[in-house]
């Protein structure tokens, strides 16, 4: 005798589009703040890095300079809320809703060769120039160990699309940047995704709330207690200058009188392009970082996050050492992988 379940699939269909949705409104959120901090270059403070740190301080990342700024996370607009997908906010989207604090910037330019438009230094320095080659290490979760000392694992939990993950990630204990261990260890759940064209590579990442709906794999557990990042970003430009932004070269008939100057200047030819200076092709590195590790340490937060100016030289140093990782090109029945 046959028996008939009647399941009601409602239970389980409609939790995953909540979640499915929430996942959709937080990176909306986290995108948006990346645009705001990039389109207002005012109005960071000057920060000194945190003292006593040798973090990342290789011989092929110790060339970068890397400038640090601060200035307080800006509140989602009204406009950027109405563009994210409409949901009633549960009580921890509330939480993260309302997280503040500031938001550190480390920038650093790494010039190119002229006549190759490469950087000249480590086994794999060609690397460095190539944008898809910054996506594949940025994006590669197994990899953050080696350049990001912030991480001591990490691992791909979901692939919602070809660009975007959900990812979990345990904590070094202590944070750099801080004395103190934490009793309970930290991780951070986290939905990121990267958006490229031909001339610069965003990978966005930022917190994903959870709750008690939630599967099993996204829920806080123990022995670890949640951090959260409202925004954890980076932009990687090629950026060439304008043949007409650079100086002619000094002439070398200089004299002091002003009319054998412009006699001069007139009967001279101009300075031709070719005897131009070329542009300095150069890579601009930025990266945005908001943390927050537990209420309680709001002062060692702040020392975490200044002690972030390492990041951009251990990953310049990493690209320059070791080259990037193969990238998965598409997801699906049939995965490619891009070798080039």
């Known amino acids: 005798m046959d028996t008939v379940v009647d399941l009601d699939l409602a239970q389980y269909v409609l939790p995953m589009l909540q979640l499915r949705k929430r996942q959709v409104r937080v990176l909306s959120r986290a995108l948006n703040r990346f645009v705001a901090l990039k389109s ?3 109005g ?31 509140a989602p607009t009204e406009a950027a809320e109405a563009s994210s997908v409409p949901l009633a906010a549960t009580e921890s989207d509330t939480v993260a809703l309302d997280i503040g604090g500031e938001v550190y910037r480390m920038t650093a330019s790494i010039p190119l060769d002229p006549e190759t438009s490469r950087d000249t230094q480590g086994p794999f320095s060609a690397y460095l120039s190539e944008l898809r080659d910054w996506q594949a290490v940025l994006e590669c979760p197994g990899l953050r160990s080696m350049w990001n000392y912030y991480v001591r694992s990490c691992n791909t939990l979901e692939m919602l699309d070809a660009n975007t993950s959900i990812t979990r990630a345990e904590l070094r204990n202590p944070v750099p940047g801080q004395s103190k261990e934490f009793a309970h260890r930290r991780d951070m759940l986290m939905v990121e995704t990267s958006l490229v064209d031909p001339t610069t590579v965003v990978y966005v990442s930022t917190s994903l709330p959870t709750t008690h709906d939630d599967p099993a794999y996204l829920r806080e557990r123990a022995p670890f207690k949640r951090a959260y990042s409202a925004l954890w970003a980076w932009c990687v430009e090629i950026v060439t200058p304008s043949i007409d932004a650079i100086p002619p070269p000094p002439s070398s008939h200089y004299t002091s009188n002003s009319q054998q100057q412009q006699q001069l200047m007139h009967s001279s030819p101009s300075p031709s392009l070719s005897s131009r200076a070329k542009p300095r092709v150069c890579v601009q590195v930025t990266c945005f970082l908001h943390l927050d590790l537990d209420s309680s340490w709001k002062s060692n937060n702040a020392l975490a996050c200044r002690a972030a100016v390492n990041l951009i030289p251990s990953l310049v140093a990493h690209l320059r050492l070791h080259g990037a990782p193969p990238r998965i090109a598409r997801i699906g029945p049939s995965i490619s992988i891009d070798r080039s």
């Open 40 to 42: 207002s270059p005012e």
């Open 44 to 74: 960071w403070q000057p920060v000194t890095p945190a003292s006593g740190l040798a973090l990342g301080a290789t011989s092929t990342g110790g060339d970068v300079d890397v400038h640090i700024g601060k200035k307080p996370m800006p």
